[in-house]
């Protein structure tokens, strides 16, 4: 079962790190995604991590401001965000599965089979 946390109130231009863990477990030959929604809105896939060669995507709107790590000592992966917009409010999900996906479907929700509950994440002044 995995689990997220790390949410929380932040104001804009605020950091938090989100973090995925599986209960009882490690995510380290697991390929790991990190999706959102936000109210009103489809889920989209904001980034993800292949097991193996650790190559990463990730959304455009966030390139540069988050950070897909892995704690393999942990078994766990981190969602490292910087300079938080309000745009980025949204509950935050993470995923994996076992699968080395290619990285053109890396971001696509369909691609997993494990999710968490999610984390609220609301940027707000």
């Known amino acids: 079962q995995l689990q997220a946390s790390g949410g929380g109130l932040v104001q804009p231009g605020s950091s938090l790190r989100l973090a995925c863990a599986a209960s009882?477990?490690?995510?380290?030959?697991?390929?790991i995604g990190w999706f959102r929604q936000a109210p009103g809105k489809e889920r989209e896939g904001v980034s993800c991590?292949?097991?193996?060669?650790?190559?990463?995507s990730y959304l455009n709107s966030v390139k540069g401001r988050f950070t897909i790590s892995r704690d393999n000592a942990k078994g766990t992966v981190y969602l490292q965000m910087n300079s938080l917009r309000p745009e980025d409010t949204a509950v935050y999900y993470c995923?994996?599965?076992?699968?080395?996906?290619?990285?053109?479907?890396?971001?696509?929700?369909?691609?997993?089979?494990?999710w968490g509950q999610g984390t609220l994440v609301t940027v707000s002044s």
């Open positions: 995923a994996a599965t076992k699968r080395n996906l290619i990285i053109g479907l890396c971001r696509h929700d369909g691609s997993y089979d494990y």
């Open positions: 009882g477990g490690t995510l380290n030959d697991y390929t």
């Open positions: 991590r292949r097991r193996g060669d650790g190559n990463t």
